[in-house]
T-cell receptor, first 115, second 113 residues
């Protein structure tokens, strides 16, 4: 175990649903990340939070809404998704600031299927 | 602009033989370089990194990688492959002062018994 947990592990949702992904880290880190992993494509960085402030938003559609209430928890709120949003969503954490040479610790991911 | 290339989608190697997984990168400043491994239904696990200093970096599970600035490469190596090394390997780079960590598309390593 890496010290980063994600729930749920699997999620199937319709395009009109609203759901949330949860990430929790027990490593004392101050930076947290959301990534999207699709088959045959590089991992796509979606959001970066450092000390609970969003420091990076990589042109992610507004149907994805992150929330970082404290340094241990990160959420990804989902609404009106499209089938192409189906992917593995990975959460990661690292010491802060994120622009240094710290490695990231990843959770097991949430496999999202949009029907 | 930052980018990472892993030229091989698949690498097959016999158990006990040395293995190499290739990675080249492009950054505008000085690179921070990482290797991660992903087993089925799992997140990515950190293997090793190059930040500065000695070009040969040793990491977990007997893996090592060599930073070559002139060739902009950071190939992952292991002297003797194990069947349990079979997994998906990702190279990643961060430019100095940047928040983004750019990943390659991954190389699937299969170690044949």
């Amino acid at each position: 175990e890496t010290g980063v947990t994600q729930t749920p592990r699997h999620l199937v949702m319709g395009m009109t649903n609203k759901k949330s992904l949860k990430c929790e880290q027990h490593l004392g880190h101050n930076a947290m990340y959301w990534y999207k992993q699709s088959a045959k494509k590089p991992l796509e960085l979606m959001f970066v939070y450092s000390l609970e402030e969003r420091v990076e938003n990589n042109s992610v559609p507004s149907r994805f809404s992150p929330e970082c209430p404290n340094s241990s928890h990160l959420f990804l709120h989902l609404h009106t998704l499209q089938p192409e949003d189906s992917a593995l969503y990975l959460c990661a954490s690292s010491p802060s600031p994120p622009d240094r040479g710290y490695e990231q610790y990843f959770g097991p991911g949430t496999r999202l299927t949009v029907t | 602009a930052q980018s990472v290339a892993q030229p091989e989608d698949q690498v097959n190697v016999a158990e006990g033989n040395p293995l190499t997984v290739k990675c080249t990168y492009s950054v505008s400043g000085n690179p921070y370089l990482f290797w991660y491994v992903q087993y089925p239904n799992r997140g990515l696990q950190f293997l090793l990194k190059y930040i500065t200093g000695d070009n040969l970096v040793k990491g977990s599970y007997g893996f090592e990688a060599e930073f070559n600035k002139s060739q902009t490469s950071f190939h992952l190596k292991k002297p003797s492959a194990l069947v349990s090394d079979s997994a998906l390997y990702f190279c990643a780079v961060r430019d100095t002062g940047a928040n983004n960590l750019f990943f390659g598309t991954g190389t699937r390593l299969t170690v044949i018994p």
